[in-house]
């Protein structure tokens, strides 16, 4: 059975706890080989990837997010599921509430941000306008209504550079520019799903509030703690939200790069750039057709 589900699990989350008759697999890619897990949630074969590694061995700038997401995309992944632990700019999202970002602020500085690095494998100016998959987040929101969780429907998560946490007056400045919430993994994680046409949300959990708002210092203890006493409802949410996933995708995440499927050429009328045509669709030869 072809894997199109996908979790990727983030700070606290490196134990793939909703699967059964797990297995492990190794994928390689253009970037580098990844090892994840495919496991099943009733009848589904789900994939799941610890983002920092086992025990938290990667820090988020050292990730290599361009193997990840292109393993996914080999193994057939069409919806992902990721996890990260954030800190809350905002005093309406506390320590605890899920939020279903919907826009992001890109602060980070060292990553590779694309697949598409000219020469064969063409340039592609991807769309950002609704980087989070809509229908996954709808999804999310269903199951946590249902769960009765705290949750945010939007938010917008400005991602740093880490390992550090931010200064306060980092903090003040992001919150002058609209952020939310502030994190270290979510770019170029959803630009690269973006690139890959992949569904892809983010299940923020407020483990702190940010710098300065916080009346103490922070600690990656802290974080890891508020994920540990929120264990239990992430997994309610992602293994809810798995069984509610739609193989056949409605949105438009899964023409982001190629544009709507229109003619014999399949070019949409788009300029081979912006649709990213020119050798762009193959993903540098990376990735098999059927699954493309
Ligand atoms: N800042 C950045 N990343 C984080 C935080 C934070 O306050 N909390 C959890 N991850």
Not at 66 to 86: E, Y
Not at 265 to 270: A, E, L, Q, T, V
Not at 271 to 279: E, I, L, P, Q, T
Request: charged share 20%.
């Amino acid at each position: 059975m072809t894997v199109r589900i996908a979790l990727i699990g983030g700070t606290g989350v490196y134990d793939p706890a909703v699967l059964s008759d797990l297995r492990e697999e190794h994928v390689t890619t253009p970037y580098g080989d990844v090892g994840l897990k495919v496991g099943r949630l009733e009848g589904r074969e789900v994939a799941f990837m610890a983002r920092h590694g086992q025990g938290h061995s990667v820090p988020p700038h050292l990730v290599n997010y361009r193997a990840n997401i292109m393993a996914l995309k080999q193994l057939g992944v069409r919806s992902i599921l990721a996890t990260a632990a954030v800190g809350s700019l905002n005093l309406d999202m506390e320590p605890g509430d899920f939020v279903f970002c919907d826009q992001f602020l890109d602060f980070t500085k060292s990553r590779a941000q694309t697949f598409f690095e000219g020469g064969p494998g063409g340039v592609v100016h991807v769309d950002m306008t609704e980087p989070y998959c809509p229908e996954l987040r709808a999804l999310l929101g269903k199951v946590a209504v249902a769960l009765k969780a705290a949750v945010h429907p939007i938010g917008t998560y400005a991602v740093t550079e880490g390992p550090r946490f931010e200064s306060p007056a980092e903090i003040r400045m992001l919150r002058q520019l609209g952020a939310d919430l502030a994190g270290m993994t979510g770019v170029p994680e959803v630009v690269l799903a973006r690139e890959a046409e992949i569904c892809y949300a983010t299940v923020c959990m407020v483990t702190n509030f940010a710098a300065g708002i916080s009346p103490h210092r922070l600690t990656h203890e802290e974080v890891l703690k508020a994920m540990q006493m929120n264990a239990a409802k992430i997994c309610s949410l992602i293994a809810g939200t798995v069984l509610l996933i739609d193989p056949e995708r409605k949105c438009l995440c899964h023409e982001a790069v190629r544009g709507p499927v229109a003619g014999p050429d399949n070019n949409g009328g788009r300029s081979a750039v912006v649709g990213g045509r020119a050798g762009a669709r193959n993903l540098g030869g990376a990735v098999p057709e059927e699954e493309r």
